[in-house]
């Protein structure tokens, strides 16, 4: 009996005790967050809130909730940000957020049913992580990723890693003559970024849909298996985006075009007004300078015993370059009118503009090599092009 009666009194101790403790917290607990993370902030940066409210559960809800680097380059806002501990040192805390906005640069990305797990891998802060899923991130009208499962190593570092899957990708974009739509299935991706970034992405299903450009060809719808891209952003001499993508067993509504698709490409930033870190580069910031020159571009693409290989270099090529293009580049074939004939048939070339270059490919001198029959130079000089030498526009 006197159990019972000691065990009463110990709980009702307790609810003395604890609940003015509880009541307290969350009364305090979400300043004493705010001015934790202000207190972390980058120099310069801006943090602002608008409510603030307590849970039952010792979280706390945010609301209109916006940071912002000092220079303008990034912003990150949420309409309701949540954050909740958990009893747990090594997952002490869950966030989520309804619906949030990314903008770097001229770029907006939204965010939908965004919930993670901070991760504590031992005491380093430096060790921080954060891992979870997103059901949507897009554009106001388009849903550019869904379905995916993510995880941020490095949180509190200088170098942070991304690991995600995705189980869809779509991508529109406004090119000049067009829509262009790219879709890709089953991803999975790997990035860091410090110095540097580095990204690494891979594909089970692609689709790329130009069958809007110019006056449309409804042929000109690429499928692909197999997909794998890598692409670095880091600083050299100038700044430099080497870009090279994998794609195999080709094929378009007109049939099978070919077992292989490898492309390379390297953008160069020219005119910098000051040095600047990636994320300067990857915010647009002028005073950066910007891409001008896109070299050592090379194409091979192969089918059978048939195979294009395309190789260029462009001086003042993007559409801001402010300077008269320049384009240097070679084509070599081997099984020329074959493998010509299904890149045409795609309707990815025109065919005239392929009529002319498989003219001039069979009209050459024949080429010494065991990998190619053929091969003619393309040279572009502001508006004028030239084809094995002689101008054709």
């Known amino acids: 009996m006197r159990f019972f009666r000691f065990s009463g009194y110990l709980i009702l101790a307790l609810v ?46 945010y609301k209109n909730f916006v940071f912002e680097l000092e220079d303008g380059s990034l912003s990150i806002s949420a309409d309701d940000l949540l954050i909740e501990p958990n009893l747990s040192f090594s997952k002490p805390a869950n966030i989520s957020i309804g619906k949030g906005l990314v903008k770097s640069g001229e770029t907006d990305v939204f965010i939908k049913d965004f919930n993670a797990a901070v991760v504590l891998g031992n005491v380093k802060a430096s060790e921080l992580s954060l891992f979870g899923k997103i059901k949507e991130i897009g554009g106001e009208e388009k849903t550019v990723l869904s379905n995916i499962d993510f995880l941020i190593q490095g949180l509190s570092s200088f170098e942070k890693t991304i690991t995600a899957n995705a189980k869809h990708l779509n991508l529109k974009l406004i090119a000049p003559k067009g829509p262009v739509s790219v879709d ?33 060809n409804p042929n000109r719808i690429l499928n692909g298996k197999k997909v794998l891209i890598d692409v670095n952003l880091l600083e050299d001499e100038h700044w430099v985006l080497p870009i090279k993508a994998r794609i195999e067993e080709l094929s378009s509504p007109v049939g099978r075009l070919g077992s292989s698709l490898i492309i390379q490409a390297k953008g160069i930033w020219k005119y910098a007004q000051q040095r600047c870190s990636v994320s300067g580069i990857m915010a647009g910031n002028p005073e950066c300078g910007k891409m001008t020159d896109v070299v050592d571009i090379g194409l091979k693409f192969e089918e059978g015993a048939g195979n294009l290989y395309f190789t260029a270099d462009g001086y003042c090529v993007t559409p801001n370059a402010g300077c008269p293009q320049s384009i240097e580049s070679l084509i070599r074939t081997k099984n020329t009118a074959d493998i010509l004939s299904k890149v045409i048939l795609s309707g990815v070339l025109d065919p005239i503009v392929g009529g002319i270059i498989l003219g001039a490919l069979l009209s050459a001198p024949g080429v010494d090599s065991p990998e190619y029959d053929h091969q003619a130079s393309i040279k572009v000089q502001g508006n004028r092009v030239f084809l094995n030498g002689k101008p054709i526009i």
């Open 16 to 61: 003395l005790l604890l609940g003015p403790l509880y009541g307290a917290g969350r009364i305090i607990l979400p300043e004493w967050i705010k001015g934790q993370m202000a207190s972390a902030l980058p120099s310069g940066a801006k943090l602002s809130i608008g409510e603030m409210f307590s849970t039952a559960k010792m979280g706390v809800l």
């Open 184 to 216: 890709l299935s089953d991803i999975n991706l790997k990035a860091s970024l410090g110095k540097a970034l580095n990204l690494a992405l891979s594909a089970d299903q692609s689709k790329l849909d130009l069958s809007f450009l110019g006056a449309g």
